[in-house]
């Protein structure tokens, strides 16, 4: 069952309309959080809205939206002045031009979405939406309104439906200029160029995410079981930099270490299935999911861990 829509409305190309759902495509739930204690009694800490002069807690109805003009000095905006200013293509997504994919900065790109049918009516109309654009081998770029405010949305075929990525303003990326103006101009020669090119085409591979594990993540988990067991948590010899001063020397030292038979190790796969089941371990944990609900969605990994 997927989540819940983040937004409903209608994907339109010219005079082809369907309706369509959209739904994140990327999640952080699963990733380790903390609460903030009152060290003293362990109690959590509640945030209250105050009068920054007063000092006294406001209550929701009390409390509107302003635009600082300068210090102590607002205009304020009322729900009914954003109302007046509301966008109309609030429920339609308009594709307005096809672009290459390499046209886009990536640079502009800001999170993406999975976008589908919504219902069981329009799958005809969004089946010649998609196919066309994967026939054309192009971006579709269009508008939608989310929370009150319009973005730019770039649409692409994956599997059965589309993925749609939010696109940033012009006004939203920084020029270049102001961080590279200052980098010095340096000749590099044809031997260093060599050394470095020969240690890419020994690193040289294809993207694939599940070889990553979030080395952090899987610390935070390791950490947290330790302390919840009652160990004594020891700090870590941090290993020290080496200082090799020759640019030349750190290339051939480079090469050798990538030329050299790498040492045994678990499959990184393998060790993010291990993590998963640390995890397992913290369910009871507030704020995750019981461990009995994650154990009956991952059997494979929870066997494992108990043979281990």
Not at 104 to 110: E, K, Q, S
Not at 209 to 224: C, G, M, N, R, S
Request: charged share 35%; net charge positive.
């Amino acid at each position: 069952m997927a989540p819940r829509a983040n937004w409903k409305g209608f994907l339109r190309l010219s005079l082809v309309t369907c309706p369509v759902a959209l739904y994140p495509a990327t999640s952080e739930s699963e990733k380790i959080s903390f609460n903030q204690l009152n060290r003293q009694t362990g109690h959590r800490i509640k945030y209250l809205k105050v009068d920054a002069d007063t000092g006294d807690e406001v209550p929701n109805e009390d409390i509107v939206k302003g635009y600082q003009l300068e210090k102590d000095q607002f205009i304020e905006v009322t729900k009914e002045d954003l109302e007046e200013i509301a966008l109309e293509s609030t429920r339609t997504i308009e594709i307005d031009e096809f672009v290459d994919r390499s046209d886009i900065d990536p640079r502009y790109l800001i999170r993406p979405y999975y976008l589908r049918p919504d219902g069981k009516v329009g799958h005809d109309a969004f089946a010649v939406i998609r196919e066309t654009i994967r026939e054309m081998d192009k971006v579709a770029i269009g508008r939608v309104v989310l929370t009150n405010r319009e973005h730019i949305i770039a649409l692409e075929p994956m599997d059965k439906g589309l993925v749609g990525t939010l696109l940033r303003y012009p006004y939203e990326v920084r020029s270049e200029q102001e961080y590279f103006d200052e980098i010095q101009d340096v000749k590099v020669t044809k031997d260093m160029l060599d050394l470095a090119k020969h240690i890419v085409n020994q690193k040289a591979g294809r993207f694939d995410p599940e070889k990553f594990e979030d080395h952090y993540e899987t610390a935070l988990v390791d950490l947290i079981n330790q302390k919840r067991a009652g160990k004594v948590i020891r700090p870590k010899e941090r290993p020290k930099g080496e200082n090799v001063v020759d640019l030349m020397d750190a290339l051939r030292q480079s090469v050798g270490r990538a030329s050299a038979p790498a040492k045994s190790a678990k499959p990184a796969k393998k060790a993010k299935k291990a993590s998963a089941g640390q995890k397992e371990m913290l369910m009871p944990i507030a704020g995750k999911k019981p461990a009995k609900e994650v154990a009956a969605k991952k059997p494979a990994a929870a066997t494992r861990r108990k043979s281990a």
